[in-house]
Structure formats: structure tokens, C-alpha cells
């Protein structure tokens, strides 16, 4: 399943974070009309899990998350989707064991 451009450019907005080397260190939650989303916990070593909080707005599409190379977005290393039919809720990541940078969109 695709996630709708309208969608998937206001995930991208909203959380823009690096993976760095050997910690992530994951700022305040970002937020936008009607969405919020953050992860936690602040430091997660490679091959660990990252937890996303997430809430749309009612009747929002949902689209899924998606765990990318800083340096090359268009490769999708991990995803997980939202609870189908839902306005809010967690999903996890798992982090590459690999110590580089990425972003989750």
C-alpha cells in the first residue's frame, strides 16, 4: 500500500530526525495541524527498538513509517504501520545494528 502524497509529506514535516553513530538521540516530539508524533527513548543503540507516538486527525488517511539512509532516501531499510482504523497509538522500529545515520519519516 502507498502512502497518499498529502500524508506522506506532512510525516515528512514532521519528523525529520538522524540516527546518529552510535546513539540516537530523538529531540521533543514535532507536531502539526491535527498530527503529533515522537519516539522514545531518547538513545537508542544500533540494534535497538524506537518506539513512535503518534496521533491524526479523525477520517485522516493513514500511512506507515518508514526507516531510510540519511545519505539515500529512496533506500527503505525498515517499516511498520499505524493500527489500522485508528487516530492515534504506538508502532516500533527496529535500528539497523549497522552505527550510521538514518531517518524515519
Known sequence: ???PNNLRLILS???ALVITCALMAVPAAAQGTGY???LSPANVAPGGF????WS????????FFGLYK???FATLLGFTFPTANANS???SLLVPNEPK???ID
Open 70 to 72: 540519511a545519505n539515500n
Open 101 to 103: 545515520g538514518y531517518w
Open 50 to 53: 524506537v518506539s513512535i507516538t
Open 1 to 3: 500500500m502507498r502512502c
Open 89 to 91: 497509538g504506538t508502532a
Open 56 to 63: 491524526k486527525p479523525n477520517g485522516a488517511s493513514s500511512g
Open 36 to 38: 503529533s508524533i515522537s
Open 13 to 15: 514535516a514532521l519528523l
